[in-house]
């Protein structure tokens, strides 16, 4: 249990308990659950002591998903029920994924999201990886022995809004309380830097199955600064193979799209992992006709075909050290992270390219896992012997579209989130009470260049003479680099309503609907997971406001020390029974009877912030 | 028992800095990084959604403070602003003089022809040649702004160096194209 029940006034030692949180790495071929033990991170394994677990589901008719090592084993003779790579389709449209007719599966025709037919139904991607994160989440609460307070889930730092949405939409599917989407970049750097007690300015490249990542970060005195990031979120190890199957099936003659194709496809995989330590490698198929059929494959070879895609790596590196306003003999040290920088050829171009030795002391397939653990743990709210600040920044430029089709940038890539714009609108007509506009993401000035991450209507704007209003809209983009927008009409005070066209994204009826299927499929009683759903979300606040009672109830007037000890015990008795609807409300009371609590709390800190810097000045 | 806290403190105050166009760059960063310290989202991931929500808004307010202090340009308007004087951050030529605007324009040809010709000897060449006169023109903007005080000349200056800053980002946009 991971909540300790204290008396009214009475006050917890919330150091005592550890609260229980994991970091999850959501890989494109491979995933990860990783927690804090004995002050180390540690990768939690499976049954059979294997820390990855594939990012492969496979979908028949009435039954619930198989996930990993056993969906691997279906992957040939079951290709188009077996979902691989999905974390590719994250966000994206048919349109969008440039590989999809080299994939073995259905594609709905449809405009949002991808959808794929399955013998278990149509499914999409966020479902798919929903169903991922559930088998680590099951992991990690088997092994921990309790309720998770919850999980940073890593991303690329290259991924838009609409891709780290999907991501957080699939964990919220999986039952998993988000403590933070983190970067897969910084995840390493900060289990590197912690480790190494690393100083100075560090790139981070990551090449992972499917994306590719560079950050740049300074690491000074517990601050993780990243200074810039780039990447190509549709570049990976995945590729790599693609190269090598394609130069295969052309020397052996044989079509892509037959049967020998798929098992040609895991050959050319292990070929490529042999010639990491073996100068060549063989690869042997039984073709139509049962002949068995050998091709000799040398590194050398190897490294011409995947020339032009280790090339493709060193733009976005490029791009990164120019907005970071680095030369490459400012760089200390050079992370390499992800299973494919194992490949020589990209050892020997990152050496070549950033004249030093990449550094390689931590296991590139766990070391974003790892990081995402220590994160975790802090989140959670635990303590640890060091403290450090992770400052980290948006992508992608964003803006809204202006006349012509153009984009206009309000809040530039590489800008240290959270970060938030506003830009005001008037009305052109007279009485108009509704107005729309569009958000983007990109850095290209076209909008048609640009991702669309949501249509915004504005409505409720008090009618006016054209041109009097004044529309304040404020774009938020929070710790985690999701999009938000606010609105109001500055000269009546007015909140206009905003409703949300995501373009690629799932709306909440979605994410209400999978919800439910989800519970369906697992034979659960919906009643009965929403009352769990409550209960957790309640107790979370309830220890939160036991952590601020503890720590500051001198801030309370008698009166207002009553209201909160009153809502917090009704909430306590509230968790007890079984009506979520009742701990719902309740639990709304306790929030808003503590919003002032928390204002005063905050005050605090800036107080001691400002204090802190004063004395400071003074002694200099 | 209200803490009497400003609720828009000005963003030489959060940093406890002189507002001043000359400021300690050390002291900057290091008191950001204190602020950040007490107020980021990662120290209150744990905590209610009041205290996220306050800790998300007290944390914007400081990168953005930080990102504007450190910029000399975005220092220099943000200084005339508390001085009561606005500079539009986007192309308002009213008030340039035509000898600037001349070299401006001679400038954007060279640009221009440094990308027909693939020259990158040319576009280091007027990279410096650029951010030589942006850097005395920060000069001259921090003695208006400091000890002269001259807040409407050292307005029109504000504007020029946006120009100039333009011109340094089309030059990068410029690297980035001939790059590849």
Not at chain 1, 456 to 475: D, K, Y
Not at chain 1, 514 to 541: G, P, T, W, Y
Not at chain 2, 137 to 145: E, M, P, S, V, Y
Request: charged share 25%.
């Amino acid at each position: 249990m991971l909540l300790q029940i204290a008396e009214p006034g009475q006050s917890i030692e919330p150091e005592v308990v550890q609260r229980l949180a994991v970091g999850i790495d959501l890989g494109t071929t491979h995933s990860l659950v990783a927690t804090i033990r004995d002050s180390l991170p540690q990768v939690i394994t499976d049954e059979k002591d294997r820390a990855l677990l594939p990012s492969i589901v496979n979908y028949r008719a009435n039954s619930t998903p198989t996930v990993g090592w056993d969906a691997k084993a279906l992957q040939n003779e079951d290709a188009q029920n077996t979902i691989v790579s999905v974390k590719r389709f994250m966000g994206r449209t048919l349109t969008d994924v440039a590989h999809a007719q080299n994939t073995p599966y259905h594609f709905v025709p449809h405009e949002g999201m991808i959808q794929i037919e399955t013998a278990a139904g149509t499914v999409n991607p966020v479902q798919v990886s929903a169903d991922i994160l559930k088998v680590l989440h099951d992991r990690a609460v088997h092994h921990l022995g309790g309720e998770l307070v919850g999980a940073v889930i890593t991303v690329p730092a290259y991924f838009d809004d609409a891709q780290r949405q999907a991501t957080k939409d699939a964990a919220q599917i999986a039952g998993i309380n988000v403590l933070r989407l983190l970067n897969e970049p910084t995840a390493a750097a900060v289990a590197y830097g912690l480790d190494q007690g690393a100083e100075g300015i560090y790139a981070v490249y990551d090449l992972g199955g499917g994306t590719f990542d560079i950050s740049i970060l300074r690491l000074s005195r517990g601050v993780f600064e990243v200074l810039a990031t780039n990447g190509d979120p549709a570049l990976g190890g995945d590729d790599f193979d693609r190269v090598i199957f394609n130069w295969v099936s052309k020397q052996m003659e044989i079509d892509p799209a037959s049967n020998e194709a798929s098992q040609l496809l895991s050959e050319v995989r292990q070929a490529k992992e042999r010639l990491t330590d073996h100068p060549s490698a063989k690869i042997e198929i039984r073709g139509a006709n049962g002949a068995l059929l050998v091709l000799p494959i040398s590194r050398e070879i190897f490294n011409n075909l995947a020339v032009e895609l280790v090339k493709r790596t060193l733009t976005p590196v490029r791009k990164a050290l120019r907005d970071a306003g680095l030369d490459i003999g400012q760089i200390d040290g050079v992370v390499l992270v992800g299973g494919a920088t194992r490949m020589p050829c990209i050892r020997q171009a990152v050496a070549k390219f950033f004249e030093q030795e990449p550094l390689t002391n931590l296991d590139p397939d766990k070391v974003v896992a790892l990081g995402a653990a220590i994160q975790a743990n802090v989140l959670a709210g635990n303590r640890m012997k060091e403290d450090w600040l992770l400052l980290d920044v948006i992508p992608l430029s964003l803006g809204i579209e202006t006349m012509g089709g153009l984009m206009e940038k309000l809040i530039p890539r590489n800008s240290t989130i959270p970060i938030a714009r506003a830009q005001d609108f008037t009305t052109f007509k007279d009485g108009q009470t509704a107005m729309s506009f569009h958000v983007l993401q990109g850095e290209r000035e076209l909008i048609s260049d640009c991702r669309s991450l949501a249509r915004f209507e504005l409505n409720g704007i008090p009618p006016m003479a054209a041109g009097a209003a004044r529309i304040r809209v404020t774009f938020q983009v929070d710790a985690d680099g999701l999009v938000s927008v606010s609105a109001n009409e500055l000269i009546s005070g007015v909140e206009a309503k905003i409703e949300v066209k995501p373009s690629y994204g799932l709306n909440d009826d979605d994410i209400t609907r999978m919800l439910q299927e989800s519970f369906a499929n697992a034979q659960a009683d919906i009643e009965a997971r929403r009352l769990e759903e409550h209960r957790v979300d309640a107790k979370r606040l309830l220890e939160a406001t036991d952590v601020a009672l503890s720590e500051d109830s001198h801030l309370l007037t008698q009166e207002e020390l009553v209201v909160l000890t009153k809502a917090v015990e009704t909430l306590r008795e509230a968790i007890l029974g079984s009506d979520w609807q009742l701990i719902k409300q309740v639990s709304e009371k306790l929030n808003n009877a503590s919003t002032d609590f928390a204002g005063r709390r905050m005050d605090i800190s800036i107080k001691s912030a400002l204090t802190g810097q004063t004395l400071d000045t003074l002694a200099m | 028992m209200n803490l009497p806290l400003n609720k828009n403190p000005d963003y030489f105050e959060i940093f406890a800095l002189v507002p001043k166009f000359h400021i300690d760059m050390g002291s900057l960063d290091t008191n950001f990084r204190d602020f950040q310290r007490q107020v980021h989202p990662d120290k209150t991931a744990h905590l209610s959604d009041a205290e996220r929500r306050l800790s998300m808004q007290w944390a914007t307010l400081a990168n953005e403070a930080y990102q504007t202090l450190k910029k000399p340009i975005d220092r220099a308007s943000y200084l005339l602003r508390i001085n009561g004087i606005e500079t539009h951050s986007e192309g308002h030529v009213v008030g340039l003089s035509e000898d600037f605007l001349m070299e401006q324009m001679e400038w954007r040809e060279a640009l221009q022809e440094t990308i027909d010709n693939v020259d990158i000897e040319e576009l280091d060449k007027l990279e410096r040649r650029v951010k030589t006169k942006l850097t005395g023109q920060l000069d001259r903007l921090g003695n208006l702004l400091d000890s002269e005080q001259s807040f409407d000349a050292a307005a029109d200056l504000v504007k020029q160096t946006r120009f100039l800053d333009r011109l340094l980002a089309e030059i990068n946009n410029a690297y980035e194209l001939l790059e590849n």
